[in-house]
């Protein structure tokens, strides 16, 4: 979906911000040193995951009681400039063993690669064409104004639940009448890349353990946008979703527990989608999702250290933001650590050419870069449970050819995540424009 929401740039406030934090972090190495500033942040994650394995391990698997009469079903599928994946969404939901009513509605943002045509020609489906693009918020209400369903399905155009999906979600959403939302087990579709496989370790540990985890102390996050399901009756409560926001899957769920409801979660609800293949891709979608979430930490700001929300407002959301913080003061440390070291290094090799000495004795770089691999992997060693116990959730099998691919993930992927977080940080405090395209 496409969206724009004009912002008011202060770059010289964002310069002060970055100097003040480059020249804190500086002092703060030369003080007690680059390890302790690189371990307490990364020792403030591991208590996290730790935590949220305690949270796991304790909690009560739900009922899988089914209900005697489904509710009516609406699909709502905001669409834009998705011709190479709308059929596919569509088709997969069309397949789906759901025993109730269900209707499909697919919002066409003002489309301009030919998408809306193929819309209107597709049968069982409701087109809903929109002449002006105004975002996937504004799609959503649109169609919600039209939905006959008691429960609505979120499903993105590029994404594809399996048959079972909207049967297994729905079920979950009616075992207790305060749940609002019911979020579902999001994979990548066809990880036949090394990026996409990255993001499948990502997504099923993101989706998988973590999701069932906060779902076992009443913290879920996030109503993902790839498939959600709502009470109509709660999002109508809520007056739908905020048009001016370019994460409403977030915020969304936020507003939610203000309003009361639960959300719950169901890993038996499986839902693929396509992720990006490309790194320029990746950082615009992580620009979107981690300034969307800066963004609504202010605009919910009340529910920080709010123990009216429970475990969500004192625990889950206040240690996810410091993590992104934590993200923040990794990526100036390693930026610190890569400058020294360049340094140090030129002045080696200036000494050794002076000296007539070898170019390639590089024994204390060596040693330095292998202590640090040591220490990153004690410091990440509980991931590997949590990426097991998500293979075991997703019922996935774990492939020994996967081991790359994972040891890729924990080394190199979280510092990229990392500085994803600080430049998000930056835009955030510029006021930068919003952009989803």
Known sequence: MSLQIKGKPQPLVTLAILLAIGILIGLTIKSIG?????????????????SLLMAYFDRQDPSKAEPAVYPSLSVLIPSYNSKSTIVRTIKSIQASDYPGKLEIIAVDDGSTDGSREMLKGMKGVTPLLLDKNGGKAHALNTAMKIAKGDVIACVDSDSYPEPSAFRKAIAALYRDKRNGAVTCFIRVDKPDSLLKKIQDIEYLTGFGFSQMATSAIEAIFVTPGPT????????????????????????????????????????????????PNTLGSLFKQRMRWYRGKFFNIRKHSDMLFNPKYGLFGVFVLPFSFSAELSGIVLSFSFLYLLLRQAIWFSG????????????TDLTGMIGLGMSAMV??????????????????????????????????????????ISFFYCISFFQEINRSDYRWK
């Open 228 to 275: 959600t399901i709502f009470r109509k009756t709660a999002l109508d409560e809520l007056g739908g979703f905020d048009e001016e926001n370019i994460t409403e899957d977030l915020e969304i769920a936020w507003r939610l527990r203000k309003h009361g409801y639960r959300i719950d979660y169901t890993p038996e609800a499986l839902i693929y989608t396509d992720v």
């Open 34 to 50: 680059y390890f302790w500033v690189m371990l307490v942040p990364n020792i403030f994650l591991v208590v996290l995951t730790l």
């Open 375 to 416: 220490m990153g992997l004690l410091l990440v060693s509980p991931w590997f449970l949590v990426v097991y116990l998500s293979h075991v959730i997703g019922r996935k099998k774990f492939k020994i050819e996967e081991t790359p691919v994972i040891g890729i993930f924990f080394l190199f992927y979280g510092i990229l």
């Open 348 to 359: 080696f090799m200036a000494s050794n050419i002076a000296l007539g000495g070898s170019l």
